[in-house]
Nanobody, 116 residues
Framework: VQLVESGGGLVQPGGSLKLSCAAS????????MGWYRQAPGKERELVAI???????GYADSVKGRFTISRDNARSTADLQMNNLKPEDTAVYYC???????????WGPGTQVTVSS
């Protein structure tokens, strides 16, 4: 299983970024996909998650600003981030899990920095 994130970078407050996660090695349409983030000195936290059929959920801190989506034909899961705030600065990780406890897969992460 391989997950690869892209799309991070430096953006000013109020700006937008779109992250993308490309997955391989899994039956993509049957797996929920999650986006997590970890800021310096803080624990990794769930930002958004989307099921194989497209049901989604969000952390309260990003509701109304972030949108998660997926393309099962391309095996990708995207995170559209609007109205970014400095507190959104973190490394963002793509994640998926299998049926067994050890089947917990992470991408290497992509840095998002929100600063003027």
């Amino acid at each position: 299983v391989q997950l690869v994130e892209s799309g991070g970078g430096l953006v000013q407050p109020g700006g937008s970024l779109k992250l993308s996660c490309a997955a391989s090695g899994i039956a993509f349409s049957t797996h929920a996909m999650g986006w997590y983030r970890q800021a310096p000195g803080k624990e990794r936290e769930l930002v958004a998650i989307i099921t194989g059929v497209g049901d989604s959920g969000y952390a309260d801190s990003v509701k109304g600003r972030f949108t998660i989506s997926r393309d099962n034909a391309r095996s990708t899961a995207d995170l559209q981030m609007n109205n970014l705030k400095p507190e959104d600065t973190a490394v963002y990780y793509c994640n998926t899990k299998g049926a067994l406890p050890w089947q917990n897969y992470w991408g290497p992460g992509t840095q998002v920095t929100v600063s003027s």
